[in-house]
Structure formats: structure tokens, C-alpha cells
């Protein structure tokens, strides 16, 4: 049975750093579901350069189709963040998508954000607490309890964090590794021609 994996996406989403975890996860032989945040019922939705990308469901529909979010967890190996402005804080306003992402995170589920939501997304839910993380560039400075780190890729225990637009493809890979293998993730990183 293929590992799944959920990308949550919200207006103004970074459309690199959402489209390439789905690209490369896809390739890797990953289910991936894309699940729209907060659209009022629409599952297209315009990322933070104008490109419009349609969901496969809403959160709200997955959360009541699988029963309750303790069952959704349960079905999901990953949730993926992408960053991007004004996408990372409307991920933050959403009160379903912190608590799935919490929900996931306690479970030893993976959780991988990155760009501007590490910082807006998780350390509010205090999921960077004692952990290793990067993040976008300066965002960093507000943040208290974590160990921040300028790596492009920050992997430490369930929580994958990565830097911005041009680290989705190492960000992707290092999914690709937790999920299925170290050997996968540079498999498909070989296959794009990714250079880390």
C-alpha cells in the first residue's frame, strides 16, 4: 500500500513550493491528496504569483469523509506546508489545519513546512519547541525555543523544515527519504537532475 501524503494549500501559497513536493512525491510512487484551506467550498486556488491550482478535495471534506480528524491522522504518513505570503498565515488562521497538523506531529507522523511556515505555522502550535529547524531567511529572528538552522534542509526527528522556492527540490527529496528510504530520495533527486 503507497505511503500518503497530504499537502494543505491556502491562498497565496508559494506555488513552487507546493508544486514540486507534489511532482517529485507523485514520481516517488506516493499518494498525494492536495487539500484546500479555508476556500468556501472552492478547491481552486491562486498562489502568491497569480498561478491557480486545484485542490482534489477541501480539509473540511477529507476531515468529514474519513470521520473525524483523529481518523484522518491515522490514514495520512505526511503533511506537507508549503510557505509563500499571504498562503503561510492563511494556513495559521485555520484552526482545522493546526490542529490536524498538531495531530499528526504527536502521532510521529512527518511534518514538513517550509519557507515562511515553520515560522508561522508551527512555532505558534510550539511544534519547533527543542527541535532543529531552517526556515525563510530572517524570519528566524522572532522565534524563541527552537534551534534554528541556515541549511537548506533541516530534518530532525518527524519534522522536515527547508529554507524557500529554491530548496523545494531538496526539501522534496528529503521527504521522498523519510518516507521511503534514503535510496528513493536520491533516486528521484537523480531523475530530475537535482543538484544538492
Same mark, same amino acid.
Given at each position: ?5 497530504? !499537502?494543505?494549500?491556502?491562498? *497565496?501559497? %508559494?506555488?513552487?513550493?507546493? +508544486? ?8 516517488? *510512487?506516493?499518494? =498525494? &491528496?492536495?487539500?484546500?484551506?479555508? $476556500? ?14 486545484? $485542490? ?18 491515522? $490514514?495520512?504518513?505526511? =503533511? ?6 499571504? *498562503?503561510?498565515?492563511?494556513?495559521? $488562521? /485555520? ?18 513546512? !517550509?519557507?515562511? /511556515? ?11 519547541? *527543542?527541535?532543529?529547524?531552517? &526556515? ?13 538552522? %541556515?541549511?537548506? =534542509? +533541516? ?6 523544515? /527547508? ?22 530520495? %536520491?533516486?528521484?533527486?537523480? /531523475?530530475?537532475?537535482?543538484? !544538492?
Amino acid at each position: 500500500m503507497a505511503q500518503k501524503a497530504l !499537502i494543505l494549500l491556502a491562498a *497565496g501559497f %508559494e506555488e513552487v513550493e507546493a +508544486v514540486t513536493p507534489i511532482d517529485y512525491l507523485r514520481r516517488a *510512487g506516493l499518494e =498525494v &491528496c492536495i487539500a484546500a484551506i479555508d $476556500a468556501g467550498g472552492d478547491r481552486t486556488l491562486t498562489g502568491s504569483h497569480g498561478i491557480a491550482v486545484r $485542490a482534489d478535495t477541501t480539509l473540511a471534506e477529507l476531515t468529514a469523509k474519513a470521520g473525524d480528524l483523529t481518523r484522518l491522522c491515522q $490514514a495520512l504518513d505526511a =503533511v506537507l506546508l508549503p510557505g509563500g505570503l499571504p *498562503g503561510a498565515a492563511n494556513l495559521a $488562521a /485555520s484552526g482545522e489545519a493546526g490542529a490536524l497538523i498538531t495531530a499528526m506531529f504527536r502521532a510521529g507522523k512527518l511534518v514538513a513546512a !517550509i519557507c515562511a /511556515s515553520p515560522a508561522l505555522v508551527l512555532a505558534p502550535l510550539g511544534l519547533l519547541a *527543542g527541535k532543529r529547524f531552517t &526556515c525563510y531567511p530572517g524570519m528566524e529572528a522572532e522565534l524563541t525555543g527552537g534551534i534554528w538552522s %541556515e541549511d537548506q =534542509v +533541516v530534518a530532525d526527528g518527524n519534522l522536515i523544515t /527547508s529554507r524557500g522556492a529554491g530548496t523545494a527540490g531538496a526539501f522534496s527529496a528529503a521527504i521522498i527519504g523519510k518516507l521511503l528510504g534514503e535510496v528513493a530520495g %536520491e533516486k528521484i533527486a537523480r /531523475s530530475v537532475l537535482l543538484q !544538492i
